[in-house]
């Protein structure tokens, strides 16, 4: 109780002290009242949603015990209440200004660089707030999809394409205060395109001989569908990679992390441009992980609740509003790696060309207390005939573990298509959390190399990079 004392003076200290410094600093300081908040309100409200019927069983624990269900949407609701409170804060420097008189909010006096410095006239950034709260409105609709999910069940050809609505205001705001939709071409294209054009070109063949000098593609729309796919894959990749004791609010946590060491590479080096962007990414990630931080203290094994798919979709799309609004939607995708490929690993079951069982989960044996990997039965099931070989080259390569009749030859089952259950394949049985901890590792490890390989590679082959230049 004395420990969260303390640190409720530190937040209003660091809150207090954000008028005169970053905003950055603010959000320390409301992060540190949305981890108490949360961690607060989570055991008070379990039982209350037991009541109403959202609950579940632990498959993974002796005896199934009932543990609260949806529980992430505690976490959301106090993010989106610091999201409110958070508006003064941020803007401050603008709201407490002295205009330019007769009611003009067109040029302001900055009044506290005017005493602590010289007069600075400013403008007010209407852009930045428009892409704050149209932000603010995308996580509002995406919690209101998982809420809904949790409560009705819905099937997923019904809800998958669901976030992509919630994020017309952010692709709206996008067009009007952004609306870059070119991408880089590598200079290795580059020169081949310049080549081949020439070639042409002096063939006496209509060729556009600007072309020798691209640099960048316009993919007008196409990018716009991008990121759309951005806003419908985050929050659905995070659901997909979920099933055992703290994974959803871990990786969430993980890839909160990543997104900082990126945006503190931008803050330090990168230029004034990139870091305005970067600043804004900052500022909604450092929130997030306090909420997020406080639900893992009870979701993490052995879990006392469980997140729901509202937690999911809430998490998955911070960072699809974070990487579209602070314009490095790319290197954000990069750092989903994990996802990406247990999405692409999943694809068989997902689109039935191999049975799928209603819950993938890992089996839980309780006379041990291990999990194993959960199999797919093929015998009563069997898969599309055009997948057996492919089954067949999985067992071989050691990705899935294949069970055949030696007699007969027939498919009788195989461990079901999830990075979890790939783990316990590669690795043998092992304990809830050691395998939760394995994955979250193996997500910072890859994630870390995705930013490494991004400035560095990168940065080589398009002979350009926001942090630097290569030559």
Aim: charge should be positive; aromatic fraction near 14%.
């Amino acid at each position: 109780m004395v420990c969260k004392i303390l640190l409720c003076f530190l937040a209003v200290g660091l809150i207090y002290y954000s008028r005169y410094s970053s905003v950055v600093v603010a959000a320390f300081g409301f992060s540190i009242f949305g981890y108490i908040v949360t961690d607060y309100l989570i055991p008070r409200v379990g039982p209350s949603f037991i009541k109403i019927g959202l609950f579940g069983k632990d498959l993974s624990k002796v005896g199934k015990p009932v543990l609260p269900e949806c529980i992430g949407a505690v976490s959301a609701t106090v993010y989106l209440f610091i999201m409110f409170f958070y508006i003064p804060f941020i803007f401050y420097r603008y709201l407490v200004t002295v205009t330019s008189g007769g009611g003009q909010r067109d040029v302001t006096v900055d009044q506290w660089q005017q005493q602590q410095q010289h007069t600075q006239y400013s403008v007010f950034p209407h852009s930045r707030l428009s892409e704050y709260l149209s932000s603010t409105l995308c996580l509002e609709s995406t919690i209101l999809l998982g809420i809904a999910d949790d409560l009705f069940d819905i099937r997923w050809r019904h809800k998958f394409f669901l976030p992509a609505v919630a994020a017309i205001p952010l692709l709206v705001v996008y067009y009007i205060d952004f609306g870059v939709t070119s991408v880089l071409v590598p200079g290795f294209v580059k020169d081949l395109i310049s080549k081949t054009a020439l070639f042409l070109h002096n063939k006496g063949l209509p060729v556009d001989i600007s072309l020798r000098d691209i640099t960048s593609i316009d993919l007008k729309g196409f990018y716009y569908i991008y990121m759309a796919s951005m806003a419908i894959f985050c929050p659905n990749s995070i659901n997909i990679l979920a099933g055992i004791n703290g994974l959803e609010v871990g990786q969430s946590i993980v890839l909160g992390f990543l997104a900082l060491i990126n945006d503190t590479l931008y803050m330090t080096l990168g230029s004034e441009l990139t870091k305005n962007s970067h600043r804004f990414s900052i500022v909604l990630i450092i929130p997030f992980l306090g909420v997020s931080l406080a639900l893992f203290k009870w979701n993490k094994w052995p879990a006392k609740v469980f997140v729901g798919d509202t937690y999911c979709y809430f998490a998955g799309m911070v960072f699809a509003v974070v990487g579209i609004q602070g314009h490095f939607a790319k290197t954000m995708l990069l750092l989903f790696i994990p996802q990406i490929i247990n999405f692409m690993y999943s694809v068989p079951q997902l689109f039935n060309m191999v049975f799928c069982p209603r819950h993938r989960l890992p089996k839980f044996n309780e006379t041990d207390g291990l999990l194993y990997p959960s199999r797919a039965n093929l015998k009563e099931n069997p898969p599309k005939s055009f997948f057996v070989p492919i089954l067949k080259l999985l067992g071989i390569c050691h990705l899935i573990d294949l069970e055949i009749d030696e007699k007969t030859g027939q498919l009788l089952s195989c461990s079901n298509m999830t990075i979890i259950n790939l783990m316990l394949v590669w690795f043998g049985p092992m304990r809830e959390d050691k395998l939760c901890n394995l994955i979250l590792a193996c997500q910072f490890m890859i994630g870390v190399a995705a930013i490494i390989l991004r400035h560095f590679i990168g940065s080589i082959i398009f002979q350009h990079d926001n942090l630097w230049t290569i030559k």
